[in-house]
């Protein structure tokens, strides 16, 4: 079975009831039909994610958010995991050398995924998207859902 990985911006747009949170869910939901691929969450995704959602000062609207964030992490289909260090180290001088535009924790995630195999890459980041770079130098694909 192929693993699919998932960036923090597919978990926010859910969270924060986006626009996109339709194709989101449908993500996260089509990977039961016939168990096609595994879902993956790296923990530097779940942490940039948690980062973003403590930036909330109404602690009404944090508590919403956490709540989400806790019904998409119960799900039996997500597995959440920590990239190896010694692959990450591997990896991140080359995604650096690769695009040097992409953000710091973009990089990090990146690594991550790629360190854990992962064939497809899910994001809604714009600049992650438009690299490149990217896709024809990775073994895995970087895609809007």
Same mark, same amino acid.
């Given at each position: 079975?192929?693993?699919?990985?998932?960036?923090? %911006?597919?978990?926010?747009?859910?969270?924060?009831?986006?626009? +996109?949170?339709? *194709?989101?869910?449908?993500?996260?939901? !089509?990977?039961?039909? +016939?168990?096609?691929?595994?879902?993956?969450?790296?923990?530097?995704?779940?942490?940039?994610?948690? &980062?973003?959602?403590?930036?909330?000062?109404?602690?009404? *609207? +944090?508590? *919403? $958010?956490?709540?989400?964030?806790?019904? @998409? !992490?119960?799900? /039996? &289909?997500?597995? @959440? $995991?920590?990239?190896?260090?010694?692959?990450?180290?591997?990896?991140? /001088?080359?995604?650096?050398? !690769?695009? %040097?535009?992409?953000?710091?924790?973009? =990089?990090?995630?990146?690594?991550?995924? =790629?360190?854990?195999?992962?064939?497809?890459?899910? =994001?809604?980041?714009? +600049?992650?998207? *438009?690299?490149?770079?990217?896709? %024809?130098?990775?073994?895995?694909?970087?895609?809007?859902?």
């Amino acid at each position: 079975m192929e693993i699919y990985d998932l960036d923090t %911006s597919i978990l926010l747009e859910i969270i924060f009831e986006q626009p +996109r949170m339709k *194709k989101a869910k449908e993500l996260l939901h !089509l990977s039961t039909y +016939r168990n096609r691929y595994l879902l993956h969450l790296s923990i530097i995704a779940l942490g940039e994610a948690i &980062l973003i959602i403590n930036r909330e000062e109404d602690p009404v *609207k +944090r508590n *919403k $958010y956490l709540f989400a964030l806790s019904n @998409i !992490l119960s799900s /039996p &289909l997500l597995k @959440i $995991y920590v990239p190896s260090p010694a692959s990450m180290i591997s990896i991140l /001088p080359f995604l650096k050398e !690769l695009d %040097s535009y992409l953000d710091p924790a973009d =990089t990090l995630i990146l690594a991550a995924a =790629t360190s854990n195999f992962a064939k497809k890459f899910y =994001t809604f980041d714009q +600049r992650m998207l *438009k690299s490149s770079k990217l896709p %024809s130098n990775l073994s895995l694909e970087v895609l809007e859902p």
